[in-house]
């Protein structure tokens, strides 16, 4: 089983629909982020958890909005979804530095949203 | 603003050649990380390597490196031996910490790399 479980990894949606996107890890990592990825505008940060207690708006959180319910868990929901909100979107986690790791980003596979 | 630019959208190299994917960034941080990602046709984000900005030597591995040259802010991924599988979209990456304690990872917009038999 992959260390970073996002689900579903294929929806498509309406226009105003409610869409959670869900993400759970099980590296013990307390660093949680979500992305989204565009052609040609590469990876953009929309929210990022440093732990249960902790959420920052990342450059694109407008209309996203994140829960996280425990270390292992951390959804991206989108309240009212609008077509410009087609992407893949990724989920990620992050090791502090100061251990063994290089403290790279540690990829889910990925969740394809289509909004029509 | 931190920032990663990747100036190269696309680029072609033949089978066996090495190419350089560029990667620029922008920081006022002493302390940050550079990384490279690969990502094939299947959409999965595979760690490629990582330079640390104190690090002195260049980070190798296996056929990758990364030629990083702090004075020109810039961190460009060589690639030995093109092979095949190499056909990918490439992201640079930026960690930097922010006011709060955490670290963000900020990312170019790729080069997509194709391998010519």
């Known amino acids: 089983d992959a260390d970073v479980t996002q689900t579903p990894r294929n929806r498509i949606t309406k226009t105003g629909k409610r869409i959670m996107l869900e993400c759970s890890q099980t590296k013990g990592h307390d660093r949680m982020y979500w992305y989204r990825q565009d052609p040609g505008l590469g990876l953009r940060l929309i929210y990022y958890s440093f732990d249960v207690k902790d959420i920052n708006k990342g450059e694109i959180s407008d209309g996203y909005s994140v829960s996280r319910q425990a270390q292992a868990k951390f959804s991206l929901s989108l309240e009212s979804a609008i077509p410009n909100q087609t992407a893949l979107y990724f989920c990620?986690?992050?090791?502090?530095?100061?251990?063994?790791?290089?403290?790279?980003?540690?990829f889910g596979e990925g969740s394809r949203l289509t909004v029509l | 603003a931190q920032k990663i630019t990747q100036t190269q959208p696309g680029m072609f190299v033949q089978e066996k050649e090495a190419v350089t994917l560029d990667c620029t960034y922008d920081?006022?941080?002493?302390?940050?990380?550079l990384f490279w990602y690969k990502q094939p046709s299947s959409g999965e984000m595979i760690f490629l390597i990582y330079q640390g900005s104190y690090d002195e030597q260049n980070a190798t591995e296996g056929r990758y490196s990364l030629n990083f040259q702090k004075a020109r802010k810039s961190a460009n991924l060589v690639i030995s031996a093109s092979q095949l599988g190499d056909s990918a979209m490439y992201f640079c990456?930026?960690?930097?910490?922010?006011?709060?304690?955490?670290?963000?990872?900020?990312f170019g917009t790729g080069t997509r790399l194709k391998v010519l038999a």
């Open positions: 920081t006022s941080d002493q302390s940050y990380g």
């Open positions: 990456a930026m960690r930097e910490l922010t006011t709060s304690g955490t670290y963000k990872y900020i």
């Open positions: 990620a986690t992050s090791d502090p530095t100061g251990g063994p790791d290089t403290g790279e980003l540690f």
